[in-house]
């Protein structure tokens, strides 16, 4: 098949495929037949009936994106869009849990601030919140906990993302902690829970509400956001406002802030203490304290990761020009430290250049040409390391309800 | 049953997009009782998870809707629809 492959990769590349019988004259074509077929929509990694299922969509505002569900409305952001590091509004994927989501008008809105261990409550409404606070402004990666969930083998049940359940944007809002400590922190503050308009479409069904700790809301880059990329919020992404979060996966970043509460005790809603949970020590990422009631713990920031926006499996390039591997590379607030390329299924890694420094959350671009000047398969990698010295794994490291997935992806094409 | 038609048709006008109405459950025994889960959210997701959940799989699931999200369905519809969700959208048995 090809010589720059080492013989021990090579099967793992068949295996991997799953498709050894049928392997002949045509190794990529098999390939592109396994893997990336359904290059306008997704990966053929995700699920048959998620491929079948999927399709692109316009939901009022926004640019068609890959349609997952439409009712709670969860799109996804096609992998094009992510060659600009700053994703734009209109491609800003969407995913909401529950059905019941109002159009909420400026002028009816309002932020109750509030709860056991604040001195005082305030209401605020958006000309008091734009006004009364100083503005802060962070460019941020949202990333669904479950982005990439489609990938998982074996399958996981959810909303069977591929690799766009994510975005980057410039926030500008208040910081949260101004707004608490007009309301007043008493000394015995645990978290603070966090409520959107949103609701379930029965009495029955548990809002979607949020708790992080006290000191991630005391935090100077976590925000209430009421403008994305210098515009207002979209409907779909928390109009009028938005909690921002930043390292921390979307679970956390409440769209469309109705109520911020001030907490001694832990906040075990269903949405804190059985959804967004991870076994317990699986991952390196910090431990929400308060929450450890049980035998998971909740997830909480994001683990190191890239995505190559350049190639696409299946595709082919032409000999003697150099391959450019593009992409970007994020982690959970730590920064990018290195993105690392290899052509050659993992024997060697030669270190990317890296784009403009927006800041450590933020989405960091690389790019490098590999040298083309032999035809035949090649597979790209790419590996991304944070500052924290973590680094992409080559084994999923597999959870029941399939969060962090970060493992390194191959790409499969054809030099001709 | 009136009710229950009633009730699916109310939801019916709920759907958010016209395009959700175009989703199609696979026919079979049971389609029509596991249509009740058009209360809550659009059919997309059963076929979005497909095919790798087995009866037990589905029937965690229809359970968790019942227990965790407040669904109105009976309880001797579980099996029912468990029995129409491992059938359509099952995980295919091995070969």
Not at chain 1, 6 to 27: E, H, Q
Not at chain 1, 323 to 350: F, L, M, N, P, Q
Not at chain 2, 12 to 36: C, H, T, V, Y
């Amino acid at each position: 098949m090809t010589r720059s492959l080492k013989n021990t990769a090579r099967r793992r590349l068949l295996a991997g495929a799953g498709a050894l019988a049928l392997f002949g004259s045509s190794p990529l074509r098999a390939f592109g037949a396994e893997i990336g077929s359904s290059a306008a929509l997704g990966l053929a990694e995700i699920p048959d009936g998620a491929l079948a299922e999927q399709l692109l969509y316009a939901l009022p505002g926004k640019v068609p994106l890959i349609k997952k569900t439409f009712r709670p409305p969860n799109f996804e952001t096609p992998v094009e869009y992510f060659r600009n590091p700053i994703t734009p509004n209109k491609a800003f994927f969407v995913r909401w849990h529950l059905a019941a989501i109002p159009q909420v008008a400026a002028k009816d809105w309002a932020l109750t601030v509030g709860g056991e261990s604040a001195e005082r409550e305030l209401k605020l409404d958006l000309q008091e919140l734009k006004t009364q606070f100083r503005p802060a402004q962070v460019t941020a990666v949202c990333q669904c906990s479950g982005n990439r969930r489609g990938l998982f083998e074996p399958h996981v049940a959810g909303v069977e993302w591929g690799v766009g359940a994510m975005g980057n944007a410039v926030w500008r809002g208040v910081r949260l902690k101004d707004v608490l400590q007009k309301a007043g922190v008493r000394g015995n503050a645990l978290e603070v829970v966090l409520d959107g308009a949103d609701r379930g479409p029965l009495d029955k069904t548990p809002d979607f509400v949020k708790s992080i700790p006290i000191e991630v809301a005391l935090d100077d880059n976590t925000l209430i956001a009421f403008e994305m990329n210098g515009a207002p919020l979209p409907h779909w992404n928390g109009y009028p406002a938005r909690l921002i979060v930043p390292g921390w996966t979307g679970t956390y970043w409440v769209k469309q802030l109705m109520s911020v509460k001030i907490v001694p005790t832990p906040e075990k809603n269903f949405w804190m203490s059985a959804a967004y949970r991870l076994p317990r020590g699986r991952f390196r990422t910090p431990t929400f304290k308060s929450q450890l009631y049980s035998p998971n713990e909740p997830i909480t920031t994001m683990v190191v990761n890239s995505l190559v926006t350049s190639l696409r499996s299946g595709q082919r390039v032409p000999r003697g020009k150099p391959i450019e591997v593009r992409g970007i590379a994020w982690d959970g607030g730590s920064g990018v430290a290195k993105v690392e390329v290899s052509a050659d299924y993992g024997a060697s890694w030669t270190p990317a250049k890296l784009g403009k420094d927006r800041g450590r959350f933020s989405f960091r671009e690389f790019a490098l040409g590999v040298p083309a000047s032999e035809s035949g398969a090649r597979v790209i990698m790419a590996r991304a390391t944070g500052n924290t010295g973590e680094t992409q794994v080559e084994q999923l490291i597999h959870n029941p309800a399939g969060y962090h997935h970060n493992v390194i992806q191959r790409i499969y094409i054809e030099v001709v | 049953m009136k009710k229950t038609l009633a009730l699916l048709a109310l939801l019916a006008a709920q759907a958010a997009f016209a395009q959700e109405s175009k989703i199609a459950l696979k026919d079979g025994p049971g389609r029509d009782k596991a249509m009740q889960c058009v209360a809550c959210h659009s059919l997309d997701y059963i076929p979005m998870n497909s095919r790798f959940l087995d009866k037990a799989g589905w029937t965690a699931s229809v359970n968790k809707m019942i227990n965790v999200f407040g669904a109105q369905i009976a309880k001797e519809d579980v099996e029912p629809i468990a029995n129409y969700l491992a059938q359509n959208y099952g995980k295919p048995p091995a070969k």
